[in-house]
C-alpha cells in the first residue's frame, strides 16, 4: 500500500495535514452565503453555501487533477494516518538524505 500512497505525493501534505484553505470568494444570495475557498498548496476549492438563519452548510469540492485517488472495491482504503506516516517519512527523506524505514504499523 506504501507505494500506491505515494502516487502524486506532491498532495501529501493536504492529504495527510488537511488543506490549508484561503478565502478566494463570498457572495451573498438572500438567506445564504456562498464562502469559495481554494488550498494554498494543491489548488483544490471547496465551495460552501451557509445558511444566515441555521448556519447549516451544503459543501462541495473540486479537487486538483489526479487529487483522488481510486480505488477497486475489495481494495482497502488507507487511513489518513497512513498518509501522514508516508509523508512525514518523505519529508524526513528530504532532509536527511537517507532512507527512512518506518515499524510496520500497530493495529488498533
Not at 40 to 58: F, I, K, N, P, Q
Not at 90 to 108: C, D
Request: charged share 35%; net charge positive.
Amino acid at each position: 500500500m506504501a507505494k500506491r500512497l505515494l502516487e502524486h505525493e506532491e498532495y501529501g501534505e493536504c492529504r495527510s495535514l488537511n488543506h490549508s484553505w484561503k478565502r478566494i470568494g463570498l457572495e451573498r444570495y438572500g438567506p445564504e452565503v456562498l464562502l469559495v475557498l481554494r488550498c494554498r498548496a494543491c489548488s483544490t476549492e471547496r465551495e460552501d453555501m451557509v445558511s444566515l438563519a441555521t448556519g447549516d452548510v451544503e459543501r462541495r469540492y473540486r479537487y486538483a487533477k489526479d487529487y483522488v485517488l481510486k480505488f477497486a472495491p475489495n481494495e482497502a482504503r488507507p487511513y489518513r494516518s497512513d498518509f501522514r506516516r508516508e509523508w512525514i517519512r518523505t519529508v524526513l527523506e528530504e532532509a536527511s538524505g537517507h532512507v527512512i524505514r518506518l515499524p510496520k504499523r500497530r493495529s488498533a
